[in-house]
């Protein structure tokens, strides 16, 4: 259909499926969606050279529209032509799971850059290119967006580009067109039923990553102590696989000898089948084992040297996953991103563990999003913590009290203290602290925001963390 000597008839300088982000110059991919031919018009009117999409030209567009019979398939075609089919010049690998996949990833990039490559990155925190990097919107963004990326890091001579894989943007195609040199399984929790309506569409998503999408010589590296990824890994058929587990599940290809040993200071353990010397990290908890054992297991399956893999061990950084943001008097305040009821049990589970005092947490759930999860969340706080704060987080369309409200249906004691100002969550919270305490802020980890109706409004838990600290 497409071929590079059209889009240059077309004097095409851009591609775009989002009317109001078109330029001057874009050729327009429109979608079967209710009020596209407005959508389409208003592309035109906004400089785009001509429409593509299934339907027929409406009257008067016939000279600016080009019928085809899949417009997903006319898009990614061009988007190989116009941007130089940039995957098949980059080694693309990617992580996928409920949770982890952010730490992974750092992990990932890390150990690539320690080893020599030039890597992008492309992340819930941040997307980046080598050094140069911006805030990310999505965690995998849209098709064309993924194109685009990956023409500037190959321009840039990145020879890598490590990648989170959302169940959306799987589910969804946005990858189609990228075959994966490696793709590493965390764990499936709950989370996203809002949209897969079940888990087990929710683990077919996910699955699509290894299914689909990854190279006939790729590897695949998947946690088995999860109960969805021992039956990803036995239900696949890929070139290489390796099978971990943190636990030392019988027949796992990796696994630490001994006990993990998880301190206030980070983890230390062994990996025969890596080194006979232990690996040490900064990083707390079992769940960022689970994490470590994973990427150490995929840097060695891929062959990155030992140094490498300790370099980034020693370094790594992940804003907003276990961030102590306070460690004074004996008080410890840790934010974290855990917003799925999986996550909130580890990261409170990891304190725990660390705590001398009383732990608390400070915790909301997000508005338009999966609610089902909320009375569990309230459930798991109230189970672990000595007293939990409930509060809004991001509540966008929502009442925040009848959010609150969801999570409250889960509790059964009176361990609770309901503030619906985050801020001022916060610094109660902070000021009930007595030396050997700490307290987790979950929910929101590394994002700036708070989201109240359709506005964002500028907040970072980290900030308001330590306000309210060295006011106490």
């Known amino acids: 259909m497409f071929s590079d000597a059209l889009l ?43 429409v593509v999409a299934e339907t027929a030209a409406p009257e008067g567009m016939a000279s600016k529209w080009i019928q085809v019979k899949d417009v997903r398939e006319a898009r990614l075609e061009a988007a190989q032509i116009f941007y130089k089919d940039p995957f098949a010049k980059i080694a693309v690998h990617a992580v996928t799971g409920t949770n982890g996949k952010t730490t992974s990833a750092f992990l990932m990039d890390s150990m690539l850059t320690a080893a020599g490559h030039k890597v992008a990155l492309l992340g819930t925190i941040k997307n980046k290119i080598g050094e140069d990097s911006v805030p990310a919107s999505l965690t995998t963004p849209g098709q064309l967006d993924l194109f685009a990326f990956a023409a500037r890091a190959v321009d840039a001579g990145c020879t890598d580009l490590v990648m989170e894989a959302s169940s959306h943007s799987l589910h969804q195609g946005r990858v189609a067109g990228i075959r994966f040199r490696s793709g590493l399984f965390s764990n499936l929790t709950q989370d996203h039923l809002d949209y897969h309506k079940t888990m087990d569409a929710y683990f077919e998503a996910k699955k699509l990553l290894f299914t689909r999408y990854l190279a006939d010589d790729g590897v695949a590296v998947i946690n088995v102590d999860d109960e969805y990824g021992a039956k ?58 689970d994490n470590v054992l994973l990427v150490l297991s995929w840097a060695h399956a891929i062959g990155l040297p030992e140094s490498a893999m300790r370099e980034a061990l020693a370094t790594v950084r992940v804003p907003g996953r276990f961030e102590k943001v306070w460690n004074k008097g004996g008080k410890h305040v840790i934010v974290d991103y855990a917003h799925t009821p999986d996550a909130l049990e580890r990261v409170l589970a990891t304190a725990r563990g660390l705590c001398r005092g009383r732990l608390s947490t400070v915790f909301g759930c997000g508005g338009d999003r999966d609610r089902t999860k909320r009375p569990i969340m309230g459930s798991i706080a109230e189970r672990m913590a000595d007293r939990a704060w409930l509060t809004s987080d991001n509540p966008r369309t929502e009442n925040p009290s009848a959010i609150i409200a969801d999570v409250r249906a889960g509790m059964v004691t009176d361990k609770f203290v309901v503030v619906e100002d985050r801020a001022e969550a916060i610094a109660k919270a902070c000021a009930s602290l007595e030396p050997g305490d700490w307290l987790v802020i979950a929910g929101k980890g590394h994002e700036d925001y708070q989201i109240v109706g359709k506005t964002k409004h500028h907040f970072d838990d980290r900030e308001e963390a330590v306000k309210a600290m060295e006011k106490c």
């Open 232 to 289: 990803l890994f036995d239900g696949i058929d890929v070139c290489k696989k390796v099978s971990v587990s943190r636990l030392g599940k019988v027949g796992a290809d990796i696994s630490p000898v001994g006990t993990v040993s998880s301190t206030e200071d980070g983890l230390e353990f062994t990996v025969p089948k890596i080194s006979a010397e232990k690996f040490s990290t900064p990083l707390c908890g079992d769940f960022n084992a």
């Open 8 to 50: 240059q008839n077309l004097s095409v300088r851009g591609l775009c499926d989002d009317s109001r982000r078109v330029k001057d110059g874009d050729l327009f991919f429109s979608f079967p969606v209710d009020g596209y031919e407005t959508f389409a018009r208003d592309a035109i009117a906004k400089g785009a050279v001509a």
